[in-house]
């Protein structure tokens, strides 16, 4: 799936010439901790962090008296002082490609740009979503956790089972465990109580991990 489909669509977002303090009560106002910043012609041309202003405040803090330092920084256009070397994705980007970008760099926030203009922002918010939707957590179902081999075949063997008695997946999700070389699969469906499923899926793999009625 691409970015596109999960992306929140309408950021808030600030002016390259809005002040820092409009800026502050517009963070406030939206309970936001980062602003992409556009220019006149809606182009991303930065990001406002709560890092970038108080990194702006504190070379002034000895100089100044805090009345004196809130009103220079206030005062200051956030062009002057927000990150401009963005790591930004397109719409067209991979969700998992996203969330790699996302580990390696260490962020909680990545815009997405199409020609220059923002399309909107993914953020650690949206992939716990997206994540809550591969497990399947919206919708109450019997889960069962299993340590398979990592071999062509075994997850049709599954849903060949599943589909012989009628079983309804909800979600279906292989992780590769690098310490035991097995393949974790996680599934979550509906119609059928736990002790059964257990029963249907026990010759197929070499341990159960976990199990339960989410």
């Known amino acids: 799936m691409i970015i596109s489909r999960r992306m929140s669509k309408h950021p808030v ?8 303090l409009e800026a502050l ?11 992409p910043v556009l220019d006149d012609d809606l182009s991303l041309v ?9 990194r702006a405040s504190l070379p002034e803090v000895k100089a100044l008296s805090l009345l004196e330092m809130a009103y220079q920084v206030g005062s200051m256009s956030i062009e002057s002082i927000m990150t401009k070397d963005v790591i930004s994705i397109t719409p067209e980007t991979g969700i998992e490609e996203a969330a790699r970008i996302m580990v ?9 740009v199409k020609d220059g203009k923002l ?16 497990f399947g957590a919206r919708a109450y179902g019997t889960r069962i956790t299993l340590a398979l081999e990592d071999k062509v075949g075994m997850v049709a063997k599954i849903s060949k089972i ?24 996680t599934l979550k469906v509906e119609g059928v109580d736990k002790k059964t499923l257990i029963n249907l899926l026990s010759p197929v793999t070499s341990a159960i991990v976990d199990e339960g009625e989410v």
């Open 119 to 134: 399309e909107g922002v993914v953020s650690k918010s949206d992939m716990f979503k997206i994540l809550m939707d591969l």
């Open 13 to 20: 977002v600030a002016n390259k010439r809005m002040k820092v």
């Open 162 to 185: 599943l589909a012989e008695n009628n079983i309804q997946i909800i979600s279906f999700n292989n992780i590769m465990d690098d310490e035991s070389g097995s393949v974790i699969c």
């Open 104 to 112: 390696m760099q260490d962020l909680s926030f990545l815009p997405v």
């Open 46 to 54: 930065g990001i406002l962090t709560e890092k970038d202003i108080l």
């Open 25 to 35: 009560s517009l963070m406030k106002e939206k309970g936001v901790a980062k602003l």
